[in-house]
Structure formats: C-alpha cells, structure tokens
C-alpha cells in the first residue's frame, strides 16, 4: 500500500467517523428537542390545569358570594317589610284602645288570666285604662301604671306566676314567630 492509498484509507475512516459522530449528534439533538417538547408540553398542560382549577375555584367563591349576598338582600327586605307591618299592627293596636270594642277585649283578657292563675290575680295596665280596669278586677286592680300599649298584666299575689297579655308582649311574640317563619 502506498502512502496516498493510506491516507486516502485513513481520510475515508475519518469521514465515516465523523459521518457517524454526524448521526450520532443528529439523533441525539433530535431526542433532546423531543424531551424538551414533552416537557413544554407536560408544563402547559399542567399549567392549563391550574388555572382551569383556580378559574373553577374563584368562580364557585364568586357564585357563593353573590348567592349570600343575595340572601341578604331577600332577609334585609323581609325585615323591612315585617317591621313596616309590626308598626303599621302597633298603630291599629293603639287606635284600637279609642274604639267602643276595647273594654270588652279587655274583660275577655281578665277571663283568661283568671282561668290561667286563678281568680286571686292583682290586674294592671295602662294609666288611660285603669278606671275600665278597676271596675272590672275590682279590688284585684293594682294601680301601678304599666308603660305598655294596650290589654293588661296579671300576677299571682305571691309574684310568681305571671301572664302578660299586653299588646305589646301579644305584638312581639307573634313578630318572632313571623321572623321564624320567614328565616
């Protein structure tokens, strides 16, 4: 073999080599940019799931927001329009103490709150009613003025058993009901 024939081998396994470091490069790169593209992928993907997470999440607090809110808004109109009706009832209850039907109310009140804690009960009221009071009691009327709207107190003497069927107790009473009911 000569010299340039021995070059000419060695130049040929040199490019056969360097074709084959070439390949081998190539491929490598490609696998690279191929992990790196998964990856790209995996992250955007798993980027688009939070968000699609978090998107759900401040929605679902929004929705509940505007949900109590709501509810608020329903309950501060009940309120309203049950307080409107209790003081517009407050005031045919107050009229109601002028009108010609009010003393037979009120005798119909001692006979419950007699059947209730027995004939001994002491009666008291307001100070506009304490004359209708005392002629229906009798010696049973206590004439201490009560600050109530209309109807009466009774108590047993001893104190300890007591029925108020003021207006104002009757009126309260039925305003916590109403609230239950619209609760």
């Given at each position: 073999m000569s010299l340039e024939s021995l070059v000419e081998e060695i130049r040929r396994r040199g490019e056969a080599e360097f074709e084959s470091i070439?390949?081998?490069?190539?491929?490598?790169?490609?696998?690279?940019?191929?992990?790196?593209?998964?990856?790209?992928?995996?992250?955007?993907?798993?980027?688009?799931?939070?968000?699609?997470?978090?998107?759900?999440?401040?929605?679902?607090?929004?929705?509940?927001?505007?949900?109590?809110?709501?509810?608020?808004?329903?309950?501060?109109?009940?309120?309203?329009?049950?307080?409107?009706?209790?003081?517009?009832?407050?005031?045919?209850?107050?009229?109601?103490?002028?009108?010609?039907?009010?003393?037979?109310?009120?005798?119909?009140?001692?006979?419950?709150?007699?059947?209730?804690?027995?004939?001994?009960?002491?009666?008291?009221?307001?100070?506009?009613?304490?004359?209708?009071?005392?002629?229906?009691?009798?010696?049973?009327?206590?004439?201490?003025?009560?600050?109530?709207?209309?109807?009466?107190?009774?108590?047993?003497?001893?104190?300890?058993?007591?029925?108020?069927?003021?207006?104002?107790?009757?009126?309260?009473?039925?305003?916590?009901?109403?609230?239950?009911?619209?609760?």
């Amino acid at each position: 073999m000569s010299l340039e024939s021995l070059v000419e081998e060695i130049r040929r396994r040199g490019e056969a080599e360097f074709e084959s470091i070439a390949s081998g490069r190539a491929a490598e790169e490609s696998k690279i940019d191929a992990e790196r593209g998964a990856r790209v992928a995996a992250i955007r993907e798993a980027a688009q799931r939070a968000t699609a997470v978090e998107v759900a999440r401040e929605r679902a607090q929004r929705v509940a927001a505007a949900q109590l809110a709501s509810r608020k808004l329903l309950y501060g109109a009940r309120e309203a329009r049950l307080t409107a009706a209790l003081k517009e009832t407050r005031d045919v209850l107050r009229d109601f103490t002028d009108a010609p039907e009010y003393p037979a109310t009120l005798r119909a009140m001692l006979r419950a709150a007699r059947s209730e804690l027995g004939d001994s009960v002491r009666v008291s009221g307001r100070r506009e009613d304490a004359g209708a009071l005392a002629k229906l009691a009798g010696r049973s009327f206590d004439p201490t003025a009560r600050p109530i709207l209309g109807g009466l107190v009774a108590e047993t003497p001893d104190g300890r058993r007591r029925l108020d069927l003021s207006f104002d107790e009757l009126l309260r009473l039925r305003g916590d009901r109403v609230r239950k009911l619209l609760a």
